[in-house]
């Protein structure tokens, strides 16, 4: 009962976001690839759909920044409070892709994913709400997880780190 409760939901928020967009716009969204800082292991968190992986990531809303955006969908989507969570202000990578909404057929939207990198102290109980499962992964370069999304923002996280 809750499962199909939270499809609903989340269908509905799906169908209103997809409202929003018109024809020819970009669409935006933002996320964060959440690393574990302990001083033992450090860990990147995934989450998982059906079929693939995914970071905690979301449309931005109206006037709302992407850092914002990848603060507030994080929390939501993880259970994360956005305030334990620190974000390189040097890192940022974006992502740009055609993507297709149910609502509006056949035609394609360039999606501008922006992802920043976070860091916590250790790895939270998580709080699921919009994907099936999560993992927490090794950071063990080079990772070869999904080639056209995870691969190429860790990829160039792992550049990133080791130029610091």
């Given at each position: 009962?809750?499962?199909?409760?939270?499809?609903?939901?989340?269908?509905?928020?799906?169908?209103?976001?997809?409202?929003?967009?018109?024809?020819?716009?970009?669409?935006?969204?933002?996320?964060?690839?959440?690393?574990?800082?302990?001083?033992?292991?450090?860990?990147?968190?995934?989450?998982?759909?059906?079929?693939?992986?995914?970071?905690?990531?979301?449309?931005?809303e109206?006037?709302?920044?992407?850092?914002q955006?990848?603060?507030?969908?994080?929390?939501?989507?993880?259970?994360?409070d956005?305030?334990?969570?620190?974000?390189?202000?040097?890192?940022?990578?974006?992502?740009?892709?055609?993507?297709?909404?149910?609502?509006?057929?056949?035609?394609?939207?360039?999606?501008?994913?922006?992802?920043?990198?976070?860091?916590?102290?250790?790895?939270?109980?998580?709080?699921?709400?919009?994907?099936?499962?999560?993992?927490?992964?090794?950071?063990?370069?080079?990772?070869?997880?999904?080639?056209?999304?995870?691969?190429?923002?860790l990829?160039?996280?792992?550049?990133?780190?080791?130029?610091?």
């Amino acid at each position: 009962m809750q499962a199909l409760a939270h499809t609903q939901l989340y269908e509905t928020l799906t169908l209103r976001q997809a409202m929003k967009k018109r024809p020819g716009e970009r669409v935006k969204a933002a996320g964060i690839l959440l690393m574990t800082i302990d001083k033992e292991t450090t860990q990147f968190l995934l989450m998982r759909h059906h079929n693939r992986w995914d970071l905690p990531k979301g449309h931005c809303e109206d006037g709302e920044t992407f850092r914002q955006t990848a603060l507030r969908e994080t929390e939501e989507e993880t259970g994360i409070d956005s305030d334990s969570i620190s974000l390189d202000p040097s890192f940022s990578f974006d992502l740009i892709y055609p993507v297709k909404y149910k609502r509006w057929g056949d035609q394609v939207f360039e999606k501008q994913v922006r992802y920043f990198l976070g860091k916590i102290e250790s790895k939270p109980d998580l709080t699921i709400t919009e994907h099936e499962s999560a993992q927490w992964f090794d950071w063990a370069p080079p990772h070869k997880i999904q080639t056209p999304t995870i691969d190429p923002l860790l990829n160039a996280l792992a550049q990133y780190l080791h130029a610091g």
